[in-house]
């Protein structure tokens, strides 16, 4: 059991200690989420599974707070809307939920914020398109191929290489995107 720890653990530092151009495509989406929220543009986020939390999370922070008593933006996760997901993927398939939500909802300059592990998600993949044709920025969190991140006006490619150090990498990423919005003067970013 030991082995495992350390291994996992090992796996997750060598990915940290190579965060520089991660790091850089971080501040580019810092910079485009703030130029978003100051022209009064909104963001959905979706993801699949553990990447359907981190996109909640998200929205959890930005919403609400992640620290500091700040305004909120705002970030509408479609993943919360059980109603919404059931219907869609009743009617239209499990490929069309976040599409069709995106359709519904989302205005030229929004940001649609992805996130797929493998970069291949039909379902994000499909939300992505739809987002380019209504003149949308896309912003993928995913691993280093796939084609979401092909789409993406902006890629945030983990260092990770699996599934579960991607996800923790998100996660982190997530963070540092909330610290930036509470701790750090915008308008020098």
């Known amino acids: 059991m030991k082995t495992i720890l350390t291994e996992h653990t090992n796996e997750l530092i060598e990915a940290l200690n190579n965060t520089s151009a991660w790091h850089d495509q971080i501040m580019k989406v810092i910079h485009r989420l703030r130029e978003a929220f100051a022209a009064g543009n909104k963001v959905y986020t979706a993801g699949n599974g553990g990447s359907a939390t981190l996109a909640q999370h998200l929205s959890d922070e930005m919403v609400g707070k992640y620290k500091a008593d700040r305004r909120p933006y705002p970030v509408i996760a479609l993943t919360a809307d059980s109603a919404v997901l059931t219907c869609i993927g009743n009617d239209w398939g499990f490929s069309e939920i976040f599409k069709r939500q995106i359709e519904a909802l989302g205005q030229k300059g929004d940001v649609f914020l992805a996130y ?48 579960a150090r991607i996800q923790e990498l998100d996660l982190h990423a997530i963070h540092l995107i909330c610290e930036a919005f509470e701790t750090v003067n915008l308008e020098k970013i």
């Open 116 to 163: 797929s592990t493998s970069g291949n998600s039909a379902n994000i993949v499909a939300a992505a398109e739809q987002a380019k044709l209504q003149g949308m920025v896309v912003i993928a969190f995913t691993g280093q191929t796939g084609k979401l991140k092909d789409i993406a006006d902006y890629a945030v490619c983990s260092p990770g290489h699996s599934t």
